[in-house]
């Protein structure tokens, strides 16, 4: 059963912001490499960025790199994504994964990587 819930999505100005939440069971949150992807009409999913409880800090892709951040909130076994200084360019559909541990440090930015998936929130910036 799919235990990853994606939610927080909506529309917004280019420049605004939106958070994004990933709920999912403990131990998801707990043994995991926790990914965020987006994909847009017509292209490829692609990494946004990933977390480790364990890991040394969040991934980020470059292009995101200053303007999102990853967060976890512990007790609600939540996974944040705040979103800040969006672009048009980062319209599309966001999904949260879990994967195995190891991705932290290696193949974090490969959808192929994850096992479990949430279905997806829509964020759209004009």
């Known amino acids: 059963d799919v235990q990853l819930v994606e939610s927080g999505g909506g529309s917004v100005k280019a420049g605004g912001s939106l958070s994004l939440s990933c709920a999912g069971s403990r131990f998801y949150l707990t043994k995991c490499t926790m990914g965020w992807f987006r994909q847009a009409p017509g292209k490829q999913r692609e990494a946004v960025g990933s977390f480790y409880i364990y890991g040394q800090g969040p991934n980020y892709a470059d292009s995101v790199k200053g303007r999102f951040t990853i967060s976890q909130d512990k007790a609600k076994d939540t996974l944040h994504l705040q979103m800040n200084s969006l672009e048009v360019e980062d319209t599309g559909m966001y999904f949260c994964?879990?994967?195995?541990?190891?991705?932290?440090?290696?193949?974090?930015?490969?959808?192929?990587?994850?096992?479990?998936w949430g279905q997806g929130t829509q964020v759209t910036v004009s």
């Open positions: 994964a879990a994967g195995n541990p190891s991705l932290y440090h290696g193949s974090w930015k490969v959808p192929a990587e994850y096992d479990d």
